[in-house]
């Protein structure tokens, strides 16, 4: 049967929808570490209950019920002798899912090369070249972690440096002012960031902006669970984070800070880059003064 492709992703809908609990069933079949390990031990080799009790250091009721699972479902085969091996389906899947699960930490890998790329790049562009940056005392920095939160979203796109982010915030303060949001903003929290983020040109090192190449800004603004927001909004759930986490004062700061948070990260043994959205919060968004906004910057962390 070897390959059998859908002929679109609405083929591919109406037969997992018409599916469902024979999928199900068979996902739940691999919803243990026990039973994947006892395919991938199939995988090379025949085997008998014995040898796969000794590699797997596990009760013979526990291991005789695995195996009957796996065999009921069509991914084990019981041969003569007592022999167990993986059949023609078990491999198939297992080997799927294992390419699949590689694609996936291989992408993630990739996000995180590009984030590392990003504030690199806007490091050289807004600091002075060459300059080097020591650790700063750990009291300057924060570990927060921010809650999930609703919140409503507005985007723009720009054509120059500085283009997206007063056209995204137009909108955000069209909505939001009239409600007098703006008027408390430790509950209606503004967040930034960049989305699209610029290209970035790796010989030179620096960010293509221009009418070709435009990127675009997001703005979120916090909201209650229950508050109901018109169809025409956007609305966003946006996932419980840890964050280091650094305050500054004025855009031109901006590239200072996010290169301290960067360093930060760099030479931590216990953190590496998170896979969440980097964050700016404008903790006061009445002042227009872009030199006098005071930011909060975000930058997503995992343990090491």
Not at 270 to 290: A, F, V, W
């Amino acid at each position: 049967m070897g390959n059998m492709p859908f002929h679109n992703k609405e083929s591919i809908q109406l037969f997992i929808l018409e599916s469902l609990e024979e999928m199900s069933n068979l996902h739940k079949a691999l919803d243990h570490p026990t039973r994947l390990e006892i395919l991938a031990r199939l995988l090379t080799e025949h085997m008998e209950f014995s040898d796969l009790q000794e590699k797997l250091r596990i009760a013979k009721t526990s291991l005789a019920n695995h195996l009957t699972t796996l065999v009921d479902c069509g991914l084990v085969e019981k041969r003569e002798r007592g022999l167990y091996q993986i059949s023609f389906d078990g491999e198939d899947i297992l080997t799927s899912s294992a390419k699949t699960f590689l694609e996936i930490k291989v992408r993630e890998q990739e996000k995180l090369e590009t984030l590392r790329l990003r504030y690199e790049a806007l490091i050289n562009q807004y600091t002075v070249l060459g300059s080097e940056i020591k650790m700063v005392k750990e009291n300057d920095f924060k570990i927060v972690n921010l809650l999930e939160m609703r919140v409503v979203s507005f985007q723009a796109m720009g054509e120059f440096l500085g283009d997206p982010e007063p056209k995204a915030g137009q909108k955000l303060y069209e909505w939001a002012e009239p409600k007098g949001f703006y008027d408390n903003p430790d509950k209606h929290r503004v967040f930034g960031f960049n989305n699209p983020d610029p290209k970035y040109d790796k010989e030179s090192g620096k960010f293509i902006v221009n009418k070709e190449n435009p990127y675009g800004y997001e703005f979120w603004m916090t909201i209650d669970d229950d508050f109901d927001v018109d169809s025409n909004v956007t609305v966003k759930i946006v996932p419980e984070s840890l964050y280091i986490t650094k305050s500054c004062l004025g855009v031109n700061d901006l590239g200072r800070v996010w290169k301290e948070l960067s360093e930060w990260v760099k030479q931590s043994d216990k953190y590496r880059y998170g896979k969440n959205q980097c964050l700016e919060e404008n903790t006061n968004p009445k002042i227009s003064d872009g030199n006098k906004i005071p930011f909060v910057l975000y930058i997503p962390l995992e343990k090491s």
